[in-house]
């Protein structure tokens, strides 16, 4: 009854790690043509893929304005400081860091910020010194 998905809609339609011919068709296609309708991209361009997978590598990995590589000192202190004001809310991040992406930030996070702030004594959700959140568990207020 819900709206089905391309990969139930549709068979042939090839799922898992884009290959360089792909992404070379998909950046040709969308070069000389735009990408208007992403639901009749792939077809159009002569890929096996749904609509959606093809906005997603657009926007997360071929687009020519997104910066990719290492993020700089700058750049970790701005998503430290913003995800304490903000949460989860990558978008909201991504706005403040030009040329990166939200999922490009949010992966970035997840595998290796969070692990830092938590290996230096912080709690990666409240950004407090993890002895604060024991000792207010504990009672004792002479650790707030």
Same mark, same amino acid.
């Given at each position: 009854?819900?709206?089905?998905?391309?990969?139930?809609?549709?068979?042939? %339609? @090839? *799922? +898992?790690?884009?290959?360089?011919? !792909? /992404?070379?068709?998909?950046?040709?296609?969308?070069? &000389?043509? #735009?990408?208007?309708?992403?639901?009749?991209?792939?077809?159009?361009?002569?890929?096996?893929?749904?609509?959606?997978?093809?906005?997603?590598?657009?926007?997360?990995?071929?687009?020519?304005? %997104? @910066? *990719? +590589?290492?993020?700089?000192?700058? !750049? /970790?202190?701005?998503?430290?400081?913003?995800?304490? &004001?903000? #949460?989860?809310?990558?978008?909201?991040?991504?706005?403040?860091?030009?040329?990166?992406?939200?999922?490009?930030?949010?992966?970035?996070?997840?595998?290796?910020?969070?692990?830092?702030?938590?290996?230096?004594?912080?709690?990666?959700?409240?950004?407090?010194?993890?002895?604060?959140?024991?000792?207010?568990?504990?009672?004792?207020?002479?650790?707030?």
């Amino acid at each position: 009854m819900g709206k089905s998905t391309c990969f139930a809609a549709a068979s042939g %339609i @090839k *799922r +898992g790690p884009w290959t360089p011919e !792909e /992404d070379r068709k998909l950046l040709d296609f969308i070069q &000389l043509h #735009g990408h208007g309708s992403w639901s009749s991209l792939p077809q159009k361009a002569g890929l096996k893929r749904c609509g959606k997978s093809c906005r997603l590598r657009w926007r997360n990995y071929l687009r020519p304005d %997104i @910066k *990719r +590589g290492n993020f700089s000192l700058h !750049e /970790d202190q701005i998503i430290i400081q913003l995800h304490a &004001l903000l #949460g989860n809310r990558w978008s909201a991040i991504a706005a403040h860091l030009p040329k990166r992406t939200d999922n490009d930030i949010k992966n970035y996070w997840n595998a290796h910020l969070k692990k830092r702030l938590a290996k230096i004594g912080f709690d990666p959700v409240t950004h407090k010194p993890k002895t604060a959140i024991l000792g207010s568990a504990n009672g004792d207020p002479k650790k707030l």
